[in-house]
């Protein structure tokens, strides 16, 4: 009678594989469908992609202390993702976020916030001046949207709001598109370079809703993010950086249309 061995490591590959995928169904693999049926709702339509508008962050609601309310629950519910993926890869002993590229360096034992933080700095500056000359040959391609960044009306709390809309951003797509699929994919045996590839067109999926300037932008910062996670194993670098360009982006947005209101089709203030 010849006996017949299981693989004991199916089952936990399967359940990796179910895992990620109810991961990415709560977060931006459902945002990656939307996005793809948006784009092609849109070049569909009569008028082209270039007239076309996508808002990034509107108002929730008329009444202005409404739309604290939902703003501020956007940011905390948004985050709920950010927390599952800590739950899972948390570590019972330090540094607990390891396997998320947080806490202290594992060679050395010591932090690295200032020396991390300044590498974001750079990074954002690396991938956001360029970023905008695309951006612009991408409208002038005809194969993006004008994209808004901020649409919220003036309120004491609109660039409090706007920085943490953008730090959700941040900590959302560093932590799950590139630190927890990193991880995953590595225990499933996927190579460094594949890993690579797919979280920047996981990057880009979801960021078609602009238009395909919008998705090949996003591919290749997805690219040199990813990289950068492979070559040294850090987020806080990848954070720093994607929060600095939201916030420059948001922000910069917002003020600039109330400082110079003509410029953006908006009646100046009294």
């Known amino acids: 009678m010849v006996k017949r061995y299981s693989d004991p490591v199916k089952p936990v590959r399967t359940r990796l594989k179910w895992e990620m995928g109810i991961v990415l169904a709560l977060s931006f693999g459902a945002s990656g469908v939307y996005a793809i049926v948006t784009i092609i709702e849109r070049v569909t339509r009569e008028t082209s ?4 508008t996508a808002t990034i962050n509107r108002s929730l609601a008329e009444r202005p202390v409404f739309d604290l309310i939902y703003q501020l629950l956007s940011f905390a519910f948004g985050l709920a993702p ?7 890869l948390w570590r019972a ?24 933080t300044g590498g974001g700095v750079l990074l954002a500056a690396a991938i956001g001046i360029p970023g905008i000359g695309f951006y612009l040959l991408a409208k002038q391609l005809g194969i993006n949207t004008t994209v808004v960044p901020a649409a919220l009306d003036a309120y004491w709390w609109t660039v409090p709001i706007l920085v943490l809309q953008a730090l959700k951003a941040a900590l959302g797509e560093e932590l799950i598109v590139v630190a927890y699929l990193f991880d995953r994919l590595k225990r499933l045996g996927v190579g460094p370079v594949a890993t690579v590839v797919s979280s920047a067109l996981l990057r880009g ?16 910062m997805g690219l040199v993010f990813g990289w950068a996670y492979h070559r040294w194993g850090r987020s806080l670098p990848l954070i720093v950086a994607h ?6 982006s948001f922000v910069g947005y917002a003020l600039a249309v ?4 003509q410029l953006f089709g908006a009646p100046a203030a009294d």
């Open 258 to 261: 109330a400082l110079w209101p």
């Open 82 to 88: 950010v927390a599952l993926v800590v739950f899972l």
């Open 243 to 248: 929060w600095i360009l939201d916030i420059v």
């Open 205 to 220: 999926s979801y960021h078609l809703y602009q238009g395909f300037g919008g998705f090949i932008g996003n591919v290749v």
């Open 93 to 116: 002993g330090r540094p607990h976020l390891g396997r998320l590229g947080l806490g202290r360096d594992e060679p050395t034992g010591r932090w690295r916030w200032g020396r991390e």
């Open 49 to 52: 992609l270039s007239s076309q």
